[in-house]
């Protein structure tokens, strides 16, 4: 379902996601008074105006950058010193034990619009061994003693310019939200369907999160600990191709 919400920046870097009109919808125009011609009729003193366009163009979830889903791990491998730069070394790999996926995994020193370094994680299916999802992650570690805190503003700050970004794009009708808390210190940005079988995700970790009046939600920076913002680009959002028992099995 769509949330309808709006985000914006407030002070003290704060994000405000309050109750308001959905980006897909336009305001409803006030009534005319008695008297007035109808809404849309010619005016003896002004010509008739054209509306202006609202379509948005649609967003297809195919990848990231040159890797494309369904593409093999050395066509991801490829595609990743391509867009990057990297050696052939600076490619990790890792396994997931549970869902049977492999991840490929390379650090870069700056990716804009995040802070930082950030890490780019490609997974690979279970069954396909093609890639079937990216994650875009920008993340800092606080220190044991808490001597160094994290701060999250500069996640929210550039999560807010990716949920700008990506709401610019059409989306599957009514498959939009806006400022979801999933946790007392995680919220959902932004997620949105594609007219496929594809999804966005916009995650900011390590947020206060706190429920204001008339629904509306406020994350502000928090003190300490870990600060961390992820984009998800997923293949298919219904079936993953990941490994799950087969039902009758236990």
């Known amino acids: 379902m769509i949330v309808k919400s709006g985000v914006a920046l407030v002070a003290g870097l704060a994000v405000m996601i309050g109750t308001g009109p959905s980006w897909s919808q336009a305001p409803k125009a006030p009534a005319a008074p008695a008297g007035a011609p109808a809404p849309g009729a010619p005016s003896a003193a002004a010509p008739p105006q054209t509306p202006a366009a609202t379509t948005k163009a649609p967003y297809e979830v195919k990848g990231f950058r040159s890797a494309n889903f369904g593409m093999t791990e050395a066509e991801v491998r490829a595609a990743i010193q391509k867009d990057f730069g990297v050696k052939p070394d600076?490619?990790?790999?890792?396994?997931?034990?549970?869902?049977r996926t492999t991840a490929l995994m390379v650090s870069v020193p700056s990716l804009d619009p995040g802070p930082g370094p950030a890490t780019v994680v490609y997974i690979l299916g279970y069954q396909s061994k093609k890639?079937?999802?990216?994650?875009v992650v920008w993340a800092r570690e606080a220190k044991a003693d808490k001597t160094d805190k994290a701060?999250?503003?500069?996640?929210?700050?550039?999560?807010v310019q990716l949920?700008?970004?990506f709401n610019e794009f059409g989306w599957r009708d009514g498959r939009v939200n806006l400022g979801i808390p999933l946790g007392p210190s995680t919220l959902l940005l932004f997620a949105a369907e594609d007219q496929k079988?594809?999804?966005?995700?916009?995650?900011a970790d390590g947020v206060a999160v706190e429920r204001k009046a008339e629904?509306?939600?406020?994350?502000?920076?928090?003190?300490?600990?870990?600060a961390s913002l992820r984009v998800s680009y997923i293949a298919n959002r219904a079936t993953p191709d990941i490994f799950r028992l087969e039902r009758g099995k236990f």
């Open 215 to 226: 629904g509306r939600i406020e994350a502000a920076p928090q003190a300490a600990g870990e």
């Open 151 to 159: 701060d999250s503003a500069p996640y929210i700050v550039a999560g």
């Open 197 to 203: 079988t594809g999804a966005v995700q916009v995650v």
């Open 163 to 165: 949920v700008n970004y």
């Open 131 to 135: 890639l079937i999802q990216v994650n």
């Open 90 to 99: 600076d490619i990790r790999q890792t396994a997931n034990a549970i869902e």
